[in-house]
Protein backbone atom coordinates (compact mmCIF):
# COMPACT_ATOMS: atom_id res chain seq x y z
CA UNK A 1 0.00 0.00 0.00
CA UNK A 2 0.93 3.80 -0.45
CA UNK A 3 1.81 5.68 3.03
CA UNK A 4 1.88 9.80 3.08
CA UNK A 5 2.28 11.71 5.96
CA UNK A 6 1.84 15.38 7.30
CA UNK A 7 5.07 16.95 8.24
CA UNK A 8 7.48 16.54 10.80
CA UNK A 9 9.61 13.45 9.79
CA UNK A 10 12.37 13.08 12.50
CA UNK A 11 14.49 11.40 11.54
CA UNK A 12 26.20 34.41 -11.01
CA UNK A 13 26.55 35.13 -10.81
CA UNK A 14 28.01 36.40 -13.58
CA UNK A 15 30.42 36.68 -15.96
CA UNK A 16 30.88 33.62 -18.54
CA UNK A 17 34.30 34.43 -18.88
CA UNK A 18 34.86 33.57 -15.06
CA UNK A 19 35.35 29.74 -14.13
CA UNK A 20 32.64 28.37 -12.36
CA UNK A 21 33.96 26.31 -9.73
CA UNK A 22 32.09 25.81 -6.62
CA UNK A 23 34.38 26.70 -3.47
CA UNK A 24 35.95 24.47 -1.54
CA UNK A 25 34.17 22.02 0.42
CA UNK A 26 30.67 23.59 -0.82
CA UNK A 27 27.69 20.87 -0.61
CA UNK A 28 26.68 21.24 -4.43
CA UNK A 29 23.46 20.00 -5.70
CA UNK A 30 23.87 17.18 -8.73
CA UNK A 31 21.81 18.76 -11.36
CA UNK A 32 22.35 22.54 -11.08
CA UNK A 33 25.67 22.38 -9.99
CA UNK A 34 24.78 25.31 -7.35
CA UNK A 35 25.85 25.05 -3.82
CA UNK A 36 23.23 23.66 -1.07
CA UNK A 37 21.38 26.48 0.96
CA UNK A 38 21.06 23.82 3.32
CA UNK A 39 22.34 19.68 3.38
CA UNK A 40 22.32 16.48 4.76
CA UNK A 41 26.06 16.39 4.97
CA UNK A 42 25.87 19.67 7.11
CA UNK A 43 23.84 19.00 9.96
CA UNK A 44 25.71 21.56 12.61
CA UNK A 45 26.34 20.94 16.23
CA UNK A 46 22.95 19.20 18.03
CA UNK A 47 23.91 21.26 20.60
CA UNK A 48 22.72 25.03 20.10
CA UNK A 49 25.78 27.24 18.97
CA UNK A 50 24.34 30.41 20.75
CA UNK A 51 20.72 30.39 22.21
CA UNK A 52 17.97 27.76 22.85
CA UNK A 53 14.76 26.85 21.06
CA UNK A 54 11.56 28.86 21.68
CA UNK A 55 10.20 25.14 22.64
CA UNK A 56 12.91 25.96 25.86
CA UNK A 57 11.44 29.86 26.54
CA UNK A 58 8.07 28.55 26.74
CA UNK A 59 8.47 25.55 29.20
CA UNK A 60 11.42 26.11 31.22
CA UNK A 61 10.93 27.79 35.05
CA UNK A 62 13.00 27.81 38.03
CA UNK A 63 11.83 25.60 40.90
CA UNK A 64 14.17 26.17 44.04
CA UNK A 65 16.33 28.52 41.99
CA UNK A 66 16.89 25.25 39.65
CA UNK A 67 15.70 26.10 35.73
CA UNK A 68 13.80 22.98 34.85
CA UNK A 69 11.73 22.08 32.22
CA UNK A 70 8.04 22.09 32.96
CA UNK A 71 6.21 20.35 29.96
CA UNK A 72 2.39 20.25 30.75
CA UNK A 73 0.14 17.27 30.23
CA UNK A 74 -2.14 16.06 28.42
CA UNK A 75 -1.38 17.14 25.15
CA UNK A 76 -4.49 19.61 25.20
CA UNK A 77 -2.67 21.32 28.03
CA UNK A 78 0.34 22.22 26.23
CA UNK A 79 -1.42 23.29 22.79
CA UNK A 80 -3.72 25.15 25.87
CA UNK A 81 -0.25 27.26 26.46
CA UNK A 82 0.30 27.91 23.55
CA UNK A 83 -2.17 29.48 21.97
CA UNK A 84 -2.05 32.18 24.73
CA UNK A 85 0.63 33.61 22.92
CA UNK A 86 -1.02 33.56 19.45
CA UNK A 87 -3.80 35.88 17.45
CA UNK A 88 -6.50 33.74 16.51
CA UNK A 89 -7.32 33.94 12.87
CA UNK A 90 -10.86 33.40 10.96
CA UNK A 91 -9.96 29.22 12.04
CA UNK A 92 -7.93 28.80 15.37
CA UNK A 93 -4.76 30.36 16.68
CA UNK A 94 -3.11 26.93 16.67
CA UNK A 95 -3.51 24.60 13.03
CA UNK A 96 -3.95 20.98 14.12
CA UNK A 97 -4.39 17.71 11.97
CA UNK A 98 -4.06 13.95 12.58
CA UNK A 99 -1.94 11.62 10.65
CA UNK A 100 -3.17 7.74 11.64
CA UNK A 101 -0.98 7.03 8.75
CA UNK A 102 1.81 8.65 8.14
CA UNK A 103 5.70 8.32 7.35
CA UNK A 104 7.37 9.35 10.18
CA UNK A 105 9.83 7.38 12.37
CA UNK A 106 7.07 6.48 14.45
CA UNK A 107 4.68 5.22 11.70
CA UNK A 108 4.17 1.99 12.88
CA UNK A 109 4.13 2.57 17.02
CA UNK A 110 0.28 2.47 17.05
CA UNK A 111 0.49 -0.93 14.82
CA UNK A 112 -2.22 -2.53 14.59
CA UNK A 113 -4.43 -0.30 16.18
CA UNK A 114 -3.81 2.70 13.98
CA UNK A 115 -7.04 4.54 14.19
CA UNK A 116 -6.93 4.30 17.93
CA UNK A 117 -3.87 6.13 18.28
CA UNK A 118 -3.39 8.74 15.36
CA UNK A 119 -0.23 11.35 15.53
CA UNK A 120 -0.95 14.80 15.80
CA UNK A 121 0.72 17.09 13.74
CA UNK A 122 0.37 20.73 14.87
CA UNK A 123 1.84 24.19 13.78
CA UNK A 124 2.00 27.59 15.34
CA UNK A 125 1.21 29.90 12.05
CA UNK A 126 -0.51 32.76 13.50
CA UNK A 127 1.03 36.02 14.32
CA UNK A 128 1.48 36.94 17.92
CA UNK A 129 -1.00 38.22 20.83
CA UNK A 130 0.71 40.67 23.29
CA UNK A 131 0.27 38.91 26.71
CA UNK A 132 0.01 41.68 29.48
CA UNK A 133 2.97 41.65 31.66
CA UNK A 134 5.26 39.73 28.80
CA UNK A 135 7.42 40.27 26.22
CA UNK A 136 5.56 39.47 22.83
CA UNK A 137 6.84 35.65 22.57
CA UNK A 138 6.73 35.32 18.14
CA UNK A 139 5.97 31.74 17.37
CA UNK A 140 4.20 32.25 14.24
CA UNK A 141 5.83 29.56 11.40
CA UNK A 142 8.40 29.18 14.50
CA UNK A 143 6.83 25.93 16.63
CA UNK A 144 6.00 22.68 15.41
CA UNK A 145 4.95 19.22 17.43
CA UNK A 146 4.26 15.89 15.91
CA UNK A 147 2.76 13.67 19.39
CA UNK A 148 2.14 10.22 19.55
CA UNK A 149 0.71 9.05 22.82
CA UNK A 150 2.04 5.22 21.60
CA UNK A 151 5.29 6.35 22.55
CA UNK A 152 4.65 8.60 24.92
CA UNK A 153 6.64 11.30 23.15
CA UNK A 154 6.47 14.50 21.36
CA UNK A 155 9.22 15.55 18.40
CA UNK A 156 9.46 19.13 18.38
CA UNK A 157 10.63 21.68 15.80
CA UNK A 158 11.14 25.25 16.83
CA UNK A 159 13.25 27.98 15.78
CA UNK A 160 16.32 29.51 17.69
CA UNK A 161 16.74 32.73 16.79
CA UNK A 162 19.92 33.61 18.41
CA UNK A 163 21.61 31.14 15.97
CA UNK A 164 19.40 31.56 13.00
CA UNK A 165 17.98 27.74 12.74
CA UNK A 166 15.61 25.46 13.66
CA UNK A 167 16.09 23.16 16.76
CA UNK A 168 15.40 19.28 16.74
CA UNK A 169 13.96 17.81 20.22
CA UNK A 170 12.20 15.18 21.65
CA UNK A 171 10.17 14.88 24.81
CA UNK A 172 10.00 11.88 26.22
CA UNK A 173 8.25 9.42 29.21
CA UNK A 174 5.22 11.72 27.91
CA UNK A 175 2.39 9.89 29.13
CA UNK A 176 -0.24 9.91 32.04
CA UNK A 177 2.04 9.83 35.59
CA UNK A 178 5.23 10.43 33.64
CA UNK A 179 7.95 12.91 33.78
CA UNK A 180 8.46 14.31 30.46
CA UNK A 181 12.35 14.84 29.48
CA UNK A 182 13.40 17.20 27.06
CA UNK A 183 16.29 16.34 24.80
CA UNK A 184 17.98 17.54 21.89
CA UNK A 185 17.81 15.49 19.04
CA UNK A 186 20.66 14.09 17.05
CA UNK A 187 20.40 16.45 13.86
CA UNK A 188 22.15 14.34 11.58
CA UNK A 189 19.26 11.71 12.14
CA UNK A 190 16.59 14.25 12.01
CA UNK A 191 17.96 15.72 8.41
CA UNK A 192 17.66 12.31 6.46
CA UNK A 193 14.36 13.81 6.20
CA UNK A 194 14.34 17.36 6.97
CA UNK A 195 16.55 17.94 4.59
CA UNK A 196 15.98 21.58 4.27
CA UNK A 197 16.47 21.49 8.25
CA UNK A 198 12.90 22.88 8.98
CA UNK A 199 9.50 21.66 9.37
CA UNK A 200 8.41 19.53 5.91
CA UNK A 201 4.77 18.83 4.94
CA UNK A 202 3.01 17.20 1.86
CA UNK A 203 1.62 18.89 -1.29
CA UNK A 204 -2.25 19.24 -1.19
CA UNK A 205 -4.72 17.78 -1.05
CA UNK A 206 -3.28 16.16 2.00
CA UNK A 207 -4.72 12.96 1.75
CA UNK A 208 -2.92 11.84 4.88
CA UNK A 209 -4.42 14.14 7.21
CA UNK A 210 -7.90 14.03 8.96
CA UNK A 211 -9.70 16.31 6.06
CA UNK A 212 -9.67 13.35 4.13
CA UNK A 213 -13.03 11.54 4.72
CA UNK A 214 -11.95 7.79 4.27
CA UNK A 215 -8.91 8.61 7.03
CA UNK A 216 -11.95 11.02 9.61
CA UNK A 217 -14.65 8.39 9.08
CA UNK A 218 -12.41 5.67 10.99
CA UNK A 219 -11.62 7.53 13.08
CA UNK A 220 -14.86 9.11 13.84
CA UNK A 221 -15.54 5.43 14.31
CA UNK A 222 -12.66 5.61 17.39
CA UNK A 223 -13.94 8.77 18.76
CA UNK A 224 -15.11 12.36 17.92
CA UNK A 225 -11.65 13.62 18.95
CA UNK A 226 -8.01 12.99 19.79
CA UNK A 227 -5.73 15.36 21.85
CA UNK A 228 -8.41 18.09 21.73
CA UNK A 229 -8.61 17.98 18.04
CA UNK A 230 -11.72 16.81 15.71
CA UNK A 231 -11.34 13.68 14.10
CA UNK A 232 -12.38 15.57 10.92
CA UNK A 233 -11.15 18.92 10.28
CA UNK A 234 -11.78 21.28 6.61
CA UNK A 235 -9.06 20.95 4.14
CA UNK A 236 -8.13 24.33 5.04
CA UNK A 237 -6.30 23.43 8.23
CA UNK A 238 -3.85 21.15 6.11
CA UNK A 239 -3.57 24.30 3.74
CA UNK A 240 -2.62 26.68 6.40
CA UNK A 241 0.18 24.30 7.66
CA UNK A 242 1.55 23.99 4.07
CA UNK A 243 1.74 27.63 3.69
CA UNK A 244 3.54 27.67 7.10
CA UNK A 245 6.14 25.35 6.17
CA UNK A 246 6.54 27.10 2.90
CA UNK A 247 7.74 30.60 4.71
CA UNK A 248 10.00 28.63 7.53
CA UNK A 249 11.65 26.60 4.64
CA UNK A 250 12.75 29.96 3.33
CA UNK A 251 14.30 31.13 6.99
CA UNK A 252 17.50 29.41 6.36
CA UNK A 253 18.10 31.02 2.93
CA UNK A 254 17.42 34.83 3.97
CA UNK A 255 19.41 34.17 7.14
CA UNK A 256 22.50 32.56 4.27
CA UNK A 257 22.12 35.98 2.08
CA UNK A 258 22.18 37.82 4.82
CA UNK A 259 25.13 36.65 6.73
CA UNK A 260 27.13 35.47 3.69
CA UNK A 261 25.90 37.17 0.89
CA UNK A 262 26.43 41.04 2.57
CA UNK A 263 29.83 39.67 3.58
CA UNK A 264 33.00 41.42 2.12
CA UNK A 265 36.40 41.70 2.92
CA UNK A 266 35.98 45.19 4.41
CA UNK A 267 33.71 45.11 7.66
CA UNK A 268 31.91 48.51 6.85
CA UNK A 269 30.60 47.43 3.44
CA UNK A 270 29.66 44.40 5.17
CA UNK A 271 27.76 46.38 7.62
CA UNK A 272 26.24 49.28 5.16
CA UNK A 273 24.94 46.13 3.23
CA UNK A 274 22.87 44.76 6.12
CA UNK A 275 21.94 48.01 6.99
CA UNK A 276 20.38 49.05 3.52
CA UNK A 277 18.80 45.06 3.97
CA UNK A 278 17.30 46.09 7.60
CA UNK A 279 16.40 49.74 6.32
CA UNK A 280 14.34 47.92 3.05
CA UNK A 281 12.57 45.12 4.82
CA UNK A 282 11.29 47.52 7.42
CA UNK A 283 10.23 49.92 5.00
CA UNK A 284 8.55 46.99 3.19
CA UNK A 285 6.31 46.54 6.14
CA UNK A 286 6.08 50.04 6.32
CA UNK A 287 4.13 50.34 3.49
CA UNK A 288 2.38 47.45 3.54
CA UNK A 289 3.98 45.11 1.89
CA UNK A 290 5.29 47.18 -1.25
CA UNK A 291 8.49 47.24 -2.92
CA UNK A 292 9.53 50.29 -4.52
CA UNK A 293 10.05 49.44 -7.68
CA UNK A 294 13.12 51.53 -9.06
CA UNK A 295 16.80 50.60 -9.31
CA UNK A 296 17.27 53.98 -8.31
CA UNK A 297 16.45 53.27 -4.62
CA UNK A 298 19.55 54.07 -2.51
CA UNK A 299 19.35 50.88 -0.83
CA UNK A 300 18.02 48.67 -3.58
CA UNK A 301 21.08 49.38 -5.59
CA UNK A 302 23.32 48.93 -2.12
CA UNK A 303 22.40 45.35 -2.14
CA UNK A 304 21.94 44.61 -5.63
CA UNK A 305 25.61 46.02 -6.23
CA UNK A 306 27.05 43.78 -3.18
CA UNK A 307 25.18 40.48 -4.19
CA UNK A 308 26.76 40.78 -7.88
CA UNK A 309 30.00 40.94 -5.94
CA UNK A 310 29.15 38.20 -3.21
CA UNK A 311 27.80 35.71 -6.21
CA UNK A 312 31.15 35.80 -7.95
CA UNK A 313 33.17 35.06 -4.91
CA UNK A 314 30.79 32.64 -3.42
CA UNK A 315 28.55 31.07 -5.14
CA UNK A 316 29.51 31.23 -8.93
CA UNK A 317 26.87 28.72 -9.94
CA UNK A 318 24.08 29.84 -7.45
CA UNK A 319 22.51 28.59 -4.47
CA UNK A 320 19.94 25.95 -4.24
CA UNK A 321 16.98 26.24 -1.95
CA UNK A 322 16.05 22.53 -0.07
CA UNK A 323 12.18 21.68 -0.33
CA UNK A 324 9.71 21.39 2.02
CA UNK A 325 7.27 19.42 -0.20
CA UNK A 326 6.51 15.34 0.52
CA UNK A 327 4.67 13.63 -2.78
CA UNK A 328 0.87 13.77 -1.36
CA UNK A 329 -0.18 10.10 -1.17
CA UNK A 330 -3.94 9.08 0.46
CA UNK A 331 -3.64 5.93 2.35
CA UNK A 332 -6.03 3.97 0.76
CA UNK A 333 -5.31 4.34 -2.58
CA UNK A 334 -8.40 5.15 -4.79
CA UNK A 335 -11.05 4.53 -2.39
CA UNK A 336 -13.02 7.44 -0.91
CA UNK A 337 -16.23 8.13 1.19
CA UNK A 338 -17.38 11.41 -0.65
CA UNK A 339 -18.66 11.38 -4.39
CA UNK A 340 -16.14 10.55 -7.12
CA UNK A 341 -15.28 8.05 -9.89
CA UNK A 342 -14.73 5.20 -7.48
CA UNK A 343 -16.26 6.28 -4.28
CA UNK A 344 -15.73 3.66 -1.34
CA UNK A 345 -18.60 4.01 1.44
CA UNK A 346 -18.98 1.21 2.81
CA UNK A 347 -16.65 1.39 6.16
CA UNK A 348 -15.94 -2.68 5.85
CA UNK A 349 -14.30 -1.61 2.19
CA UNK A 350 -12.13 1.00 4.00
CA UNK A 351 -10.81 -1.04 6.51
CA UNK A 352 -9.71 -3.40 4.34
CA UNK A 353 -6.94 -1.15 2.66
CA UNK A 354 -6.07 -0.46 6.43
CA UNK A 355 -2.47 -2.61 6.92
CA UNK A 356 -2.51 -5.34 9.40
CA UNK A 357 0.46 -4.59 11.10
CA UNK A 358 3.44 -2.67 9.34
CA UNK A 359 3.01 0.26 7.07
CA UNK A 360 5.16 -0.03 3.90
CA UNK A 361 6.05 2.89 1.26
CA UNK A 362 7.18 2.77 -1.82
CA UNK A 363 10.28 4.68 -2.43
CA UNK A 364 9.60 7.52 -4.28
CA UNK A 365 7.13 8.82 -1.52
CA UNK A 366 10.28 7.95 1.07
CA UNK A 367 10.75 10.94 2.96
CA UNK A 368 14.68 10.09 3.95
CA UNK A 369 15.50 9.40 -0.07
CA UNK A 370 17.28 12.84 -1.83
CA UNK A 371 14.60 15.41 -2.87
CA UNK A 372 15.47 18.12 -5.55
CA UNK A 373 16.11 21.81 -4.78
CA UNK A 374 12.89 24.20 -4.76
CA UNK A 375 14.68 26.62 -6.97
CA UNK A 376 17.73 27.80 -7.88
CA UNK A 377 18.94 31.76 -7.08
CA UNK A 378 21.34 33.34 -9.44
CA UNK A 379 22.38 36.35 -10.98
CA UNK A 380 22.29 36.29 -14.90
CA UNK A 381 26.14 35.04 -15.80
CA UNK A 382 26.80 36.59 -19.11
CA UNK A 383 25.79 40.40 -17.17
CA UNK A 384 29.14 42.25 -16.48
CA UNK A 385 30.22 42.85 -12.66
CA UNK A 386 29.62 46.43 -13.12
CA UNK A 387 25.59 45.92 -14.74
CA UNK A 388 23.47 48.19 -12.94
CA UNK A 389 20.44 44.84 -12.58
CA UNK A 390 19.21 43.25 -9.72
CA UNK A 391 18.54 40.00 -8.78
CA UNK A 392 15.52 38.06 -10.35
CA UNK A 393 15.08 37.61 -6.35
CA UNK A 394 15.54 40.71 -4.48
CA UNK A 395 12.45 41.42 -3.54
CA UNK A 396 11.94 38.14 -2.52
CA UNK A 397 14.57 38.40 -0.03
CA UNK A 398 13.43 42.08 1.17
CA UNK A 399 10.03 40.67 2.12
CA UNK A 400 11.65 37.84 3.87
CA UNK A 401 13.62 39.45 6.12
CA UNK A 402 10.37 41.27 6.85
CA UNK A 403 8.77 38.44 7.68
CA UNK A 404 10.81 38.18 10.39
CA UNK A 405 8.84 41.23 11.74
CA UNK A 406 5.46 41.09 13.46
CA UNK A 407 2.30 43.32 13.25
CA UNK A 408 2.81 44.86 16.58
CA UNK A 409 6.52 45.72 15.17
CA UNK A 410 5.27 47.45 12.22
CA UNK A 411 2.51 49.29 13.93
CA UNK A 412 5.27 50.71 16.65
CA UNK A 413 7.40 51.88 13.69
CA UNK A 414 4.47 53.38 12.09
CA UNK A 415 2.87 55.48 14.83
CA UNK A 416 6.71 56.54 15.61
CA UNK A 417 7.69 57.73 12.57
CA UNK A 418 4.14 59.34 11.98
CA UNK A 419 4.62 61.14 14.86
CA UNK A 420 8.13 62.30 14.16
CA UNK A 421 6.86 64.41 11.35
CA UNK A 422 9.09 65.08 8.54
CA UNK A 423 9.13 67.54 5.26
CA UNK A 424 6.23 68.15 3.47
CA UNK A 425 5.60 67.74 -0.40
CA UNK A 426 2.01 68.42 -2.52
CA UNK A 427 1.48 66.08 -5.39
CA UNK A 428 -1.24 67.53 -7.07
CA UNK A 429 -3.00 66.37 -10.73
CA UNK A 430 -6.44 66.77 -12.45
CA UNK A 431 -8.76 64.28 -12.48
CA UNK A 432 -11.65 62.76 -14.97
CA UNK A 433 -14.87 61.97 -12.53
CA UNK A 434 -17.55 59.72 -13.74
CA UNK A 435 -20.90 58.96 -11.38
CA UNK A 436 -21.73 55.72 -10.95
CA UNK A 437 -24.90 54.02 -10.24
CA UNK A 438 -25.61 52.90 -6.70
CA UNK A 439 -28.84 51.91 -4.78
CA UNK A 440 -27.38 52.06 -1.50
CA UNK A 441 -25.96 55.69 -1.46
CA UNK A 442 -27.39 58.69 -3.34
CA UNK A 443 -24.08 59.52 -4.99
CA UNK A 444 -20.88 57.41 -5.57
CA UNK A 445 -17.64 59.13 -7.86
CA UNK A 446 -15.12 57.59 -9.78
CA UNK A 447 -11.92 59.69 -10.26
CA UNK A 448 -9.16 59.00 -12.35
CA UNK A 449 -6.21 61.36 -11.74
CA UNK A 450 -3.03 62.42 -14.01
CA UNK A 451 -0.41 64.99 -13.55
CA UNK A 452 -0.12 66.60 -17.36
CA UNK A 453 3.50 66.79 -17.24
CA UNK A 454 6.11 64.25 -17.44
CA UNK A 455 9.22 66.03 -15.47
CA UNK A 456 10.15 66.38 -13.40
CA UNK A 457 7.90 63.67 -11.64
CA UNK A 458 4.82 61.99 -12.94
CA UNK A 459 1.72 61.47 -10.63
CA UNK A 460 -1.12 59.57 -10.93
CA UNK A 461 -4.51 58.41 -9.04
CA UNK A 462 -7.73 56.78 -8.64
CA UNK A 463 -10.19 56.88 -6.04
CA UNK A 464 -13.83 56.00 -5.56
CA UNK A 465 -16.10 57.66 -2.83
CA UNK A 466 -19.68 57.17 -2.03
CA UNK A 467 -21.42 60.49 -0.45
CA UNK A 468 -25.58 60.29 1.02
CA UNK A 469 -27.25 63.45 1.42
CA UNK A 470 -23.81 65.54 1.19
CA UNK A 471 -21.75 63.18 4.18
CA UNK A 472 -19.06 61.11 3.39
CA UNK A 473 -19.76 57.25 3.50
CA UNK A 474 -16.62 55.13 2.15
CA UNK A 475 -14.17 55.63 0.37
CA UNK A 476 -10.89 53.96 -1.44
CA UNK A 477 -7.61 55.16 -3.18
CA UNK A 478 -6.27 52.64 -5.35
CA UNK A 479 -2.60 53.05 -7.83
CA UNK A 480 -1.57 56.28 -5.72
CA UNK A 481 1.81 56.63 -8.22
CA UNK A 482 4.42 58.62 -7.60
CA UNK A 483 7.49 57.75 -10.97
CA UNK A 484 9.71 55.86 -10.78
CA UNK A 485 8.67 54.27 -7.88
CA UNK A 486 5.83 52.33 -8.95
CA UNK A 487 1.92 52.48 -7.17
CA UNK A 488 1.44 52.11 -3.69
CA UNK A 489 -1.02 49.41 -2.44
CA UNK A 490 -4.82 50.29 -2.14
CA UNK A 491 -5.45 52.59 0.64
CA UNK A 492 -8.62 52.85 2.74
CA UNK A 493 -9.96 56.31 3.36
CA UNK A 494 -10.97 56.10 7.62
CA UNK A 495 -12.46 59.44 7.92
CA UNK A 496 -13.58 62.20 5.35
CA UNK A 497 -15.01 65.92 5.63
CA UNK A 498 -17.41 67.14 3.19
CA UNK A 499 -16.96 70.91 2.03
CA UNK A 500 -19.52 72.67 0.13
CA UNK A 501 -20.36 76.39 -1.35
CA UNK A 502 -22.38 77.16 -4.31
CA UNK A 503 -19.84 75.84 -6.75
CA UNK A 504 -17.32 73.66 -5.60
CA UNK A 505 -16.97 70.50 -3.58
CA UNK A 506 -14.10 69.17 -1.44
CA UNK A 507 -13.25 65.96 0.24
CA UNK A 508 -10.39 65.99 2.63
CA UNK A 509 -9.46 62.69 3.59
CA UNK A 510 -7.46 60.66 5.90
CA UNK A 511 -6.37 57.00 4.78
CA UNK A 512 -4.89 54.07 6.08
CA UNK A 513 -3.30 51.03 4.35
CA UNK A 514 -6.20 48.48 3.43
CA UNK A 515 -4.35 45.11 2.95
CA UNK A 516 -5.75 44.13 6.36
CA UNK A 517 -8.22 41.25 4.53
CA UNK A 518 -10.90 39.46 5.84
CA UNK A 519 -10.84 36.71 3.65
CA UNK A 520 -10.13 33.03 4.91
CA UNK A 521 -7.08 32.86 7.69
CA UNK A 522 -6.09 36.21 6.61
CA UNK A 523 -7.98 38.53 9.50
CA UNK A 524 -5.21 40.32 11.92
CA UNK A 525 -2.00 38.95 9.82
CA UNK A 526 -0.99 42.71 8.74
CA UNK A 527 -0.66 45.57 10.65
CA UNK A 528 -3.31 48.53 10.73
CA UNK A 529 -1.43 51.18 9.78
CA UNK A 530 -0.94 54.50 7.87
CA UNK A 531 -1.29 55.01 4.44
CA UNK A 532 2.05 55.55 2.66
CA UNK A 533 3.68 55.74 -0.65
CA UNK A 534 6.07 52.86 -1.86
CA UNK A 535 9.48 55.22 -0.65
CA UNK A 536 8.24 54.55 3.17
CA UNK A 537 6.64 58.79 3.36
CA UNK A 538 3.29 58.82 4.95
CA UNK A 539 0.39 60.51 3.16
CA UNK A 540 -1.51 62.42 5.67
CA UNK A 541 -3.83 63.63 3.43
CA UNK A 542 -5.89 63.53 0.45
CA UNK A 543 -8.00 66.05 -0.76
CA UNK A 544 -10.83 65.59 -3.88
CA UNK A 545 -12.27 68.65 -5.41
CA UNK A 546 -14.63 69.03 -8.12
CA UNK A 547 -17.38 71.63 -9.36
CA UNK A 548 -21.22 70.09 -9.27
CA UNK A 549 -24.00 71.80 -9.55
CA UNK A 550 -26.88 70.40 -7.69
CA UNK A 551 -27.54 67.54 -10.13
CA UNK A 552 -24.35 65.93 -9.45
CA UNK A 553 -22.96 66.06 -13.24
CA UNK A 554 -19.35 66.08 -11.79
CA UNK A 555 -16.65 65.23 -14.95
CA UNK A 556 -13.81 66.77 -13.86
CA UNK A 557 -11.87 68.04 -10.50
CA UNK A 558 -8.40 67.56 -8.82
CA UNK A 559 -6.76 65.48 -6.45
CA UNK A 560 -3.99 66.84 -3.66
CA UNK A 561 -1.83 64.43 -2.04
CA UNK A 562 0.22 65.55 1.13
CA UNK A 563 2.84 63.75 1.89
CA UNK A 564 5.44 64.15 4.88
CA UNK A 565 8.89 62.27 4.44
CA UNK A 566 8.87 61.05 8.04
CA UNK A 567 11.01 57.72 6.71
CA UNK A 568 14.21 59.81 6.86
CA UNK A 569 13.83 59.79 10.61
CA UNK A 570 14.25 55.75 10.17
CA UNK A 571 17.23 55.81 7.74
CA UNK A 572 18.96 57.52 10.66
CA UNK A 573 18.30 55.49 13.04
CA UNK A 574 19.67 52.62 10.76
CA UNK A 575 22.28 54.46 10.17
CA UNK A 576 23.28 55.12 13.71
CA UNK A 577 23.01 51.50 14.26
CA UNK A 578 25.50 50.95 11.71
CA UNK A 579 28.14 53.27 12.95
CA UNK A 580 27.54 51.48 16.26
CA UNK A 581 28.16 48.24 15.13
CA UNK A 582 31.70 49.34 12.74
CA UNK A 583 33.08 50.42 16.45
CA UNK A 584 31.70 47.51 17.92
CA UNK A 585 29.25 48.88 20.00
CA UNK A 586 26.46 46.72 18.33
CA UNK A 587 26.81 43.02 16.61
CA UNK A 588 23.37 43.25 15.34
CA UNK A 589 24.85 44.47 11.72
CA UNK A 590 27.61 42.16 12.29
CA UNK A 591 28.06 38.52 11.49
CA UNK A 592 25.26 36.90 13.39
CA UNK A 593 21.69 36.05 11.88
CA UNK A 594 19.12 38.36 11.53
CA UNK A 595 17.90 38.90 14.56
CA UNK A 596 14.36 40.97 15.82
CA UNK A 597 15.42 41.31 19.39
CA UNK A 598 18.62 42.40 18.52
CA UNK A 599 17.77 44.52 15.74
CA UNK A 600 14.62 46.39 16.45
CA UNK A 601 15.55 47.74 20.20
CA UNK A 602 18.31 50.05 19.52
CA UNK A 603 16.36 51.83 16.34
CA UNK A 604 13.07 52.41 18.75
CA UNK A 605 15.59 53.93 20.98
CA UNK A 606 17.09 56.30 18.69
CA UNK A 607 13.39 57.15 17.93
CA UNK A 608 12.61 58.58 20.81
CA UNK A 609 10.71 55.42 22.86
CA UNK A 610 11.03 54.12 26.12
CA UNK A 611 12.71 50.04 26.16
CA UNK A 612 10.74 47.44 25.86
CA UNK A 613 10.72 43.87 27.70
CA UNK A 614 12.45 41.19 24.44
CA UNK A 615 11.44 37.56 24.19
CA UNK A 616 14.46 35.21 24.03
CA UNK A 617 17.25 36.92 25.47
CA UNK A 618 18.52 35.11 28.34
CA UNK A 619 20.36 32.35 27.29
CA UNK A 620 21.67 31.32 31.06
CA UNK A 621 18.15 30.59 32.43
CA UNK A 622 18.00 26.99 31.16
CA UNK A 623 18.95 23.69 32.28
CA UNK A 624 22.02 21.88 30.80
CA UNK A 625 21.15 20.74 27.21
CA UNK A 626 20.99 16.79 26.96
CA UNK A 627 21.44 14.88 23.49
CA UNK A 628 18.54 12.16 23.15
CA UNK A 629 19.86 8.94 23.69
CA UNK A 630 23.63 10.25 25.65
Known sequence: MHVASGFIVFGTMIVAWLSLVPPVGAVIESESGAEWVASVDEPGPNVPPVGRSLFDYLFTERIDGIPQYRVPFPFEALTGEIEVYLRATTTRSLQKVLIPLGRSLHRNAASPHFFKSPRAVVAAEADPLSVPGKPLVVLKDRLYLGYQPSVAAIEVISYNESAG????????????????????????????????????FAIQPWDESNSNPSVSTLLMREQPNFYGIPSFTGIDIPGLIGLS???????????LIWREGCSATDKTESIKCRANALFAALRYRLAADTHPGTRQDDARFILATRFRETWREKWPTGIAIPSRELPDLDPFGGAKTYLGVGAIRKLELLETRVPVDVISIDDEFEPLYARGPLEVWDLPRRMPASAGMEPSWLDE?????????????????DRILAESGGAVTLYQAPCDIKIIPNSLVDTMLSFSC??????????????????????????????????????????KATEGEVLRNEKN???????????????????????RINARLPTGELISEIVLEWVQSDNFNANSGSITVTVLNDISHLRKAVESLAEQSDIGLSDALTDGAFRRSALLPPLLRSLGMAPLAWCCLDDDKFPPVQIVGQ
Open 505 to 527: WRLVLKARAANDGASLGEVGRHP
Open 450 to 491: REQQTMPILFSAEARVQLDNGEFIDGLIKNVRVDPYGPARSL
Open 165 to 200: RFEFQVVEDYRPGGTPRVYYAERAICLGCHQNHAPI
Open 397 to 413: FIAGLGEFLVPQDVEIF
Open 245 to 255: TDRANLFSTYQ
